[in-house]
Structures are given as structure tokens and as C-alpha cells.
């Protein structure tokens, strides 16, 4: 077991949020990135205004972590996904839903949670992951194959049973028949990895592409032990650079655990988070949700009786993870 199952549930929140802000800065670059002192929001779009017309905090512009916390809370509430209860939850939830309508493709992100509690199995995976998309009102094929690919992906890293030269051909067969928009740019993807090229040349042989999936697991498998370089590399990419870089950041988060994001980014999260009054979802909170979702995935029924000690350290992993020496 190279990390436990905590750490990697906790890193895929982590790494998200991360990834998104990062993706939604302007000339990001390698040298000069200060996070978060490099956070400047593209131009305003609808859902800006209406944050600012609700008085909502800048934050809010950033809400793919919310999405992905509001989940969870679900799962440890009813230890299961019930898809009415998801449902009441989102629809409660205006501003989430505007993030969604404005972006569909974000509503991977609030899947995340389904990914991480049903790893162990893929029948429950696929079909938790459809209901749930359901759920936030994005029932179309396009985006179920772009949340299923990212979720057996995350599974993957779970049970540690990801391999670079094999991932996208298990992604596809998970993925099933007949071939689709998404297969066909993995299977791109495949191929510029296999030719070991560059960033610049991913960029441009993606330049048609409709979604940022392709690209996401481009930065993500290229740069597979490193988080830092997989999202910055996914944020200098031109198409929706916030998605690709958020869905980067759950992947390698999910792969390289909390251990594997720079302590100097997470600081300067916690810094930005006190700048930010009302800042959506804090480092401290996708924390505790992420212990509390292990917890209740491990089998613990009462979180009040018995509460997720996070000063303690334990070896939790998935089903024949660990292995004696």
C-alpha cells in the first residue's frame, strides 16, 4: 500500500479545488506562478454577475469543491446514494445549480464523492455515477461518459491498479460500446503518449475537441508521479483551463495523495481562505468530510459516537490493498 485510502480521498477534494483556482488564473506559468497571489478570474460571464448581484463572496466564482463536499455530506448523512435525496440537495443549492447550467462539465466534479465511496465495485460505480448526474439535472450521454471516465480512473488509483500504458484502454472498455466523441479522443490521447509528445503538440492536435476529458488525462498521465506539474501544465491549455485543471487535480490527488501536493500551494490556500471572507470550502473542511466519508464507506454507522479522529494514524486501505510482506 503505497497511501492510505484517507489521504487519497482527502488529496481528490483537495486537488480539485486547487486545480480549479489555478485553472481559472490568467498566465499561469511555472516561473511565476504565486498562488494565490496569481488568481485573476477570466472575463465576467452571467454567473459572475450573479454572484455579484447576490452578494455572494468572490469564492463563490470557485465552487467545484462545493459540488464535490455537498455530495459527500449526502453519503455520510444516509450511508448510501439515494437519488431524491441528492436531488432535494442540489435543488436547494441556486448558486450550485447556476455553476452547473452555466458549465455542465462541472457537474463531474460534484461526482466525485460517488467515485471515491463506490470504488470497490464498478457495477455500483457506473450506475451511482448516471443516477447522480441525474440528480443534478445532467442526464445527457456526453457528460456520462466524461464522469465515468474520470470516476473509474479515480477507482483505479483506490486500488491501486492504475498503470499508465494501460489506463485509457481500460477507461474505454469501462466506457463499453458503440464507440463515442469521448473514446475517440482517448484513444488520441493514447496515441500522443505512446509518441511521447509534448504539451504544445497535445494542445493542437486537441484544438477541435469539445471537452477538456482528453486533455485532463493527458496532463494527468504524462506527469503521473508529480501534482504540481500535471496541473500546471493543464492550466496552460486554452479550452475551459479551469475544468481541465480542477479534474487534473482530483485525478493526481486521488494517485499522489494529500503527501504528494506541494505544502507551499496548500499554505497558500489556507492564506487566500482568509482573505476571502466566506470562502466556500475550506482546506480544513473537505478534510473533515473526506475522514467523515471514510469513516461511514468503512462502516462506521455513527459519526457523533464515534467521531473521525484526525490526529490519529491508520492503515486503511480497499479490499486486498494490503498485503503481508
Known amino acids: 500500500m503505497r497511501y492510505s485510502i484517507s489521504s487519497r480521498f482527502g488529496a481528490t477534494f483537495v486537488g480539485a479545488v486547487i486545480g480549479e483556482t489555478i485553472g481559472s488564473s490568467k498566465g499561469v506559468s511555472p516561473r511565476r506562478f504565486s498562488y494565490p497571489n496569481a488568481i485573476k478570474p477570466h472575463q465576467e460571464k452571467p454567473l459572475d454577475r450573479r454572484v455579484e448581484q447576490q452578494k455572494y463572496p468572490v469564492a463563490a466564482k470557485y465552487l467545484g469543491g462545493r459540488l464535490a463536499i455537498i455530495g459527500a455530506e449526502r453519503l455520510i448523512k444516509l450511508g448510501r446514494f439515494d437519488l431524491d435525496d441528492w436531488h432535494d440537495a442540489f435543488t436547494k443549492d441556486l448558486l450550485a445549480q447556476d455553476v452547473i447550467n452555466c458549465n455542465p462539465t462541472i457537474a463531474i466534479l460534484a461526482t466525485l464523492p460517488i467515485a471515491l465511496f463506490y470504488h470497490e465495485s464498478e457495477i455500483k460505480l457506473r450506475q451511482n455515477l448516471q443516477l447522480a448526474l441525474k440528480a443534478v439535472g445532467q442526464d445527457d450521454a456526453m457528460i456520462r461518459d466524461r464522469a465515468l471516465a474520470v470516476g473509474y480512473a479515480i477507482a483505479l488509483s483506490l486500488n491501486e491498479k492504475i498503470n499508465p500504458a494501460t489506463l485509457i484502454p481500460q477507461v474505454i472498455t469501462f466506457l463499453g460500446e458503440p464507440q463515442t466523441q469521448i473514446t475517440q479522443q482517448l484513444l488520441q490521447v493514447q496515441t500522443l503518449l505512446n509518441q511521447q509528445a509534448g504539451l504544445e503538440r497535445a494542445i493542437a492536435v486537441s484544438r477541435d475537441a469539445t471537452t477538456p476529458i482528453a486533455l485532463a488525462f493527458?496532463?494527468?498521465?504524462?506527469?503521473?508521479?508529480?501534482?504540481?506539474?500535471?496541473?500546471?501544465?493543464?492550466?496552460?491549455?486554452?479550452?475551459?483551463?479551469?475544468?481541465?485543471?480542477?479534474?487534473?487535480?482530483?485525478?493526481?490527488?486521488?494517485?499522489?495523495?494529500?503527501?504528494?501536493?506541494?505544502?507551499?500551494?496548500?499554505?497558500?490556500?489556507?492564506?487566500?481562505?482568509?482573505?476571502?471572507?466566506?470562502?466556500?470550502?475550506?482546506?480544513v473542511e473537505m478534510l473533515q468530510v473526506s475522514d467523515a466519508l471514510v469513516s461511514v464507506w468503512s462502516g462506521v454507522y455513527d459519526q457523533v459516537t464515534h467521531p473521525t479522529d484526525s490526529n490519529s494514524v491508520a492503515a486503511i486501505a480497499s479490499p486486498r490493498v494490503i498485503k503481508p510482506r
Not at 494527468?220 to 479534474?247: G, H, K, N, V
Not at 490556500?269 to 466566506?278: D, H, M, V
Request: with cysteine; proline share 3%; aromatic share 12%.
Open 218 to 283: 493527458y496532463c494527468f498521465l504524462s506527469s503521473l508521479e508529480d501534482f504540481r506539474l500535471s496541473t500546471l501544465r493543464a492550466a496552460q491549455t486554452s479550452y475551459q483551463p479551469q475544468i481541465t485543471t480542477a479534474i487534473v487535480g482530483a485525478l493526481s490527488g486521488a494517485y499522489n495523495s494529500i503527501s504528494g501536493i506541494p505544502i507551499s500551494w496548500r499554505m497558500a490556500l489556507l492564506r487566500f481562505e482568509k482573505q476571502q471572507a466566506g470562502w466556500e470550502t475550506t482546506e
